[in-house]
């Protein structure tokens, strides 16, 4: 391109219109960097772009909460697939006592099911092949399957009238992630990025953790979207740590790069993309320039909290002979641990595997062994230091599971299929009533009776306990007002202390 065409080109941009819009970039500077939580167009003496200096971490865009907060971070252990709430949790002996029978249509009442068993003659009952004992002071009941649930029963809030409209797995999933069944959406742990900011300006707000369980190895996929940022800065997006040598994927410099090279690349680099924020007024551009710097100062934080050797035997003793493993569950929940330490805000452990549409019997049994000892552990864990009651955890999965059984029904195996109408969570921590067990199914285990909670109260609820207003909480995109509630949601005061 000629000297003449460059200077021609550079002149269309200084018209009118650009120069009133980058007039206004003082004030667009100051909304952006309020988005972002950082302090974008500050220097540090050294050049860099730094975030806000002090305890607070990195910022997020809520000035202040809507009300006092019961907690200061959420460790949800997502149990993809859907687990059978009436193999875990909701003891109904009826089932067994009436096993075979048709479900009556008086039940059913019509209700959609799914194409794998809308073609089925006939819908046989079937109890639990599985054994239930009471617990805790208030005789609670908690399957053979989860000894050690079962001992930690006083410590956790059992929600059994959860329900939603979702019926198949992805827009399931994708629903109690990001408050839709439709892909886009930023997720639950970027929407609290977005409002809360971090505690911790050397690790993401918002962390996830993978493992695959035993029950069904080759079952449901999950999408790294269900992490994602939707419509908000991609800073808020979550950050997969693997259990590989390199925990962050593309985190380490190349060889034979030093520190001070990488360190002198960045602030180029930063530079140049400030040059083109000037010229752009991209707000992606900053939150790039937030990323580099974020991933720089993850290369020492990151090891440290991914490295447990350190940890006494007792705590390997409590979490199971898994939390060796790097990337099991076990192993997972302690690094949950290991994060809540580090005040990250939002860590998300997914676990896959309770997709058992057969064999579900023997399948059930390797998937709760999976989970069982880890879950109390971190329950256990997190109250000895003091940090449960200002960490909520939540355990469950995206729906759950028929009381009539899938295929061909024998006296020593059945299926289950997907169930949206009535399936069991738990929380505990901060806030949460514990040792109670809230809502009520029918004497059959396939509509509730009692305290329906929606997935939207659900995470209404969540917010409250941060602080958070669903209601209040938006982020205007293409003309409208969106929050993780959508138009519904309420708080269940009832489960709240």
Known sequence: MSEKKIVEERSLILNRRSFLGKAAMGVGGIGLASLLGTNLFRKGENGLYTADSGPAGVKGVLDSLHHPSKIKRVIYL????????????????????????????????????????SGQDNFPLVGSNFGFQRYGQNGTYISDL??????????????????TEAINHDPAVTFFQTGSQQPGRPSIGSWLSYGLGSENENLPAYTVLLSRGSGRPNGQPL??????????????????????????????????????????????????????????NDPEIQSRIAQYEMAYRMQTS???????????????????????????????????????????????????????????????????????????ALIADLKQRGMLEDTLVVWGGEFGRTNYSQGLLTDTTYGRDHHPRCF?????????????????????GYNIVKNPVHVHDFQATMLHQLGIDHEKFTYKYQGRRFRLTDVEGKVINDILT
């Open 146 to 163: 989860l000894p050690y649930t079962a001992k930690m029963v006083d410590d956790i809030c059992i929600v059994k009238s959860m329900y």
């Open 302 to 376: 990151v090891p440290d909290v991914m490295n447990t050797d350190g940890e006494p035997d007792y705590i390997y003793k409590m979490y199971g002979s898994d939390a060796k493993i790097p990337g099991t569950f076990a192993a997972n929940c302690l690094l949950a641990r290991r994060l809540a330490e580090k005040d990250v805000r939002f860590i998300q452990l997914y676990h896959m595997g309770w997709d058992q549409h057969d064999n579900l019997p023997g399948a059930i049994q390797k998937q709760a062994k999976d989970v069982d000892q880890a879950s109390a």
């Open 78 to 117: 997502f149990q993809s697939g859907g687990p059978s709430q009436l193999e875990l949790f909701d003891y109904k002996p009826l089932l067994n006592q009436r096993r075979g029978e048709d479900l009556p249509e008086s039940i059913r009442n019509g209700q959609r099911l799914t194409g794998m068993t």
């Open 424 to 444: 069991t969570m738990w929380m505990a921590g901060g806030g949460i009533k514990p040792g109670i067990v809230y809502g009520e199914t029918d004497e059959f």
């Open 223 to 280: 999408y790294t979207r269900l992490w994602g940022n939707g419509f908000l800065h991609s800073l808020h997006q979550g950050v997969q740590f693997r259990a590989a040598k390199d925990p962050v994927l593309y985190l380490n410099d190349p060889k034979g790069t030093t520190a001070d090279v990488k360190r002198s690349m960045l602030d180029k680099l930063a530079e140049l993309n400030d040059q083109h924020y000037q010229e752009s």
